[in-house]
C-alpha cells in the first residue's frame, strides 16, 4: 500500500509558475502526476520511473518538468507558462508495473497506477 498527499495547489494568471509535491509513503518504481478538468476524463500528464526515464503528454511538454526526491519520497510537478487549459485538479500516483528494459518508458494510462493521492486544485486566469 502507498499512501499519497499533494499540496502546492493554486490560483495564478496565465504564464505563471506552480510547483505541485507529492508526499510518498514510499516511492514506488513508477510514479505519475495526472489532472482532471470539469466534465472531463483525468488525463496523464507526467511519469517517471525510479531510473529518471520520464514521458510527458504532448500538451505539457517544454512547460512541466516531473522529478523526485528519493531520500525525501517526494513526487514533484514543477509548472511553468501556465495556460487557462492547465487548470484542473491535479492528482499523484503510484504504480507497482515492474519493467523490463532500463530504457523503457513510462506509460501515462490510467489503468498503470495503482494508488491515488486526494488531489490539489489548480486554477489558471487569463
Known amino acids: 500500500q502507498v499512501q499519497l498527499v499533494e499540496s502546492g495547489g493554486g490560483s495564478v494568471q496565465s504564464g505563471g509558475s506552480l510547483r505541485l509535491s507529492c508526499a510518498a509513503s514510499?516511492?514506488?518504481?513508477?510514479m505519475g502526476w495526472f489532472r482532471q478538468a470539469p466534465g472531463k476524463e483525468r488525463e496523464g500528464v507526467a511519469a517517471?520511473?525510479?531510473?529518471?526515464?520520464?514521458n510527458y503528454a504532448d500538451s505539457v511538454k517544454g512547460r512541466f518538468t516531473i522529478s523526485q526526491d528519493t531520500a525525501e519520497k517526494t513526487l514533484y510537478l514543477q509548472m511553468n507558462s501556465l495556460k487557462p487549459e492547465d487548470t484542473a485538479m491535479y492528482y499523484c500516483?503510484?504504480?507497482?508495473?515492474?519493467?523490463?528494459?532500463?530504457?523503457?518508458?513510462?506509460?501515462?494510462?490510467?489503468?498503470?497506477?495503482?494508488?491515488w493521492g486526494q488531489g490539489t486544485q489548480v486554477t489558471v486566469s487569463s
Open positions: 517517471i520511473r525510479e531510473n529518471g526515464v520520464t
Open positions: 514510499r516511492l514506488s518504481n513508477y
Open positions: 500516483a503510484a504504480s507497482n508495473r515492474r519493467f523490463n528494459y532500463s530504457f523503457s518508458v513510462p506509460g501515462l494510462g490510467r489503468g498503470d497506477f495503482d494508488y
